[in-house]
């Protein structure tokens, strides 16, 4: 190899001419082999690696971690001697410009954990680039409960999750990949405020739901599963419907909903889950993790679908009713209100009112 190969920066969005070199994975002198790391680059859209097009040694390295560099601008080169020197007439500087977001320099992983949590990107500093581990850093230093209610008002898009069990931190995993809320924190009765849960902090139980309301808060969503008890879901959302705030559909992007399904406020669907053609879906439904909800299918407020349950065609299913783990009802069974379904059952008929389908058992016996 008697020539050098130049390391340019592609251009990773046609609206950024400039890239943070987040990560520098070489050295000046290293050997390097086709296919091997080079560095990390970040823009306010995507993260990307940027990779060895051949072997041979790194030469005439220009930048350093935390510099923002230009597409095009060759960051060194690939040689077939570490002793090889670029051209003289090759001038290697540093970018100057840099990305902008609302006036601020940012990556799309600090963008994205900023809004999360509600931060006002006018305060950051204009004369740096921030990066995921500032922000970082700036929310771990305002995680306080009264530090975060000083917000004069919050966007419209902010939300909080009434409960932080399990059902809690699932919500929070389906609300951060949907991305379309800013979630400013926890209210749990049971847990005490300034509790980090999933690096989100808990702001205090039922009486701080005024004050939030006050400062602009108006969506919540409710992490209470009700599983031993559907009766504590439902008295979840009349409270929150009394105090004020709205329950907004929540849909995991890796979930499925057909075009013509029919989906009412509150409802949460999980990842991997399938909702199908023509059914119509209830106020405040859980559809969980790989649950599938066939075509033409009927599902009444409140009722619960825990991972893995399989609806066939035409099913309906009444107000509060729980139907276990990996269940399966057979083409067009009704199960009235407020049955239970235990885990693993297979139901072929259908299933009176209140009416209790053990676990493994098949229906009728």
Known sequence: MTE????????????????????????????????????????????????????????????QTGQTINAGETLGYIA??????????????????????????????????????????????????????????????????????????????????????????????LIRAEGSYSLVGIVDDDVP????????????????LKQLLERGVCLAANAVGGIGNIQTRIKMFERLSQAGFTCPTLIHPRAFIEPSARLAEGIQVMPHAYVGSETEVGYGVIVNTGAIVSHDCRLGDYANLSPGAILAGEVNIG???????????????????????????????????GAVVHAGSTWPG
């Open 4 to 63: 050098a190969t130049p390391i340019t920066i592609p251009l990773l969005n046609p609206n950024e001419p400039g890239a943070l070199l987040a990560a520098l994975h070489i050295k000046s002198g290293q050997y390097v082999r086709a296919g091997e790391k080079l560095c990390t680059l970040e823009t306010t859209k995507s993260t990307a690696e940027l990779l060895a097009e051949k072997e041979g040694y790194i030469v005439g390295l220009a930048f």
């Open 193 to 208: 405020a300034g509790t980090l849960i999933m690096n989100v902090p808990v702001l205090g139980g039922e009486g701080i």
């Open 319 to 353: 107000s509060a009713v729980l139907v276990g783990m990996g269940v399966t009802i057979n083409l067009r069974v009704r199960v009235g209100d407020r049955a239970r379904i235990g885990n693993g059952a297979t139901v072929k008929q259908d299933v009176p009112e």
């Open 80 to 173: 077939g001697s570490p002793d090889w020197s670029p051209p003289a007439q090759v001038e290697i500087t540093p970018a100057t410009s840099a990305i902008s977001m609302e006036g601020i320099r940012i990556s799309q992983p600090a963008l994205r954990l900023a809004r999360q949590h509600n931060l006002d990107l006018a305060k950051m500093p204009g004369d740096v680039f921030i990066t995921e581990k500032m922000v970082q850093e700036l929310i771990n230093g305002a995680t306080k409960p009264e530090a975060l209610l000083q917000t004069e008002a919050f966007a419209p898009n902010a939300i909080i999750v009434y409960g932080g069990g399990g059902h809690g931190k699932a919500l929070i995993d």
